[in-house]
């Protein structure tokens, strides 16, 4: 029913960046937070940041504050994030998520998201 799509993982050098993009199908994407989480292996996923349904409230996990910026656009049902100055420590499987129960404020927890992305693999090299 409700479908997200990544897209724009890769390789990159460190100091690079990329932009990921998500695609979002068969909801009403305007009403939904939107939020950005990574996965490294054998970690549980780790909040990256998330947007609210206006673009009004973004938040971002310390690690990338700085670096990433999340935005979205009303008219392509979309939610990109920005990765610049990329580090090896940015390697993970990216995943972009949606709560589509209202809330105040975006969420920073994994579980308070209800769709998910397939996720898509960020390497940054050395």
């Known amino acids: 029913q409700v479908q997200l799509v990544e897209s724009g993982g890769g390789l990159v050098q460190a100091g690079g960046s990329l932009r990921l993009s998500c695609v979002v199908s068969g909801g009403t994407f305007n009403y939904y937070i939107m939020g950005w989480f990574r996965q490294y292996p054998g970690k549980e996923r780790e909040f990256v940041a998330c947007?609210?349904?206006?673009?009004?409230?973004?938040y971002y996990g310390d690690s990338v504050k700085g670096r990433f910026t999340a935005s979205r656009d009303s008219a392509k049902d979309t939610v990109y994030l920005q990765m610049n100055s990329l580090k090896p420590e940015d390697t993970a499987v990216y995943y972009c998520?949606?709560?589509?129960?209202?809330?105040?404020?975006?969420?920073?927890?994994?579980?308070?998201?209800?769709?998910w992305g397939q996720g898509t693999q960020v390497t940054v090299s050395s």
């Open positions: 947007i609210s349904s206006s673009s009004s409230t973004i």
């Open positions: 998520a949606a709560d589509s129960f209202w809330k105040l404020v975006p969420s920073r927890g994994s579980n308070d998201y209800n769709y």
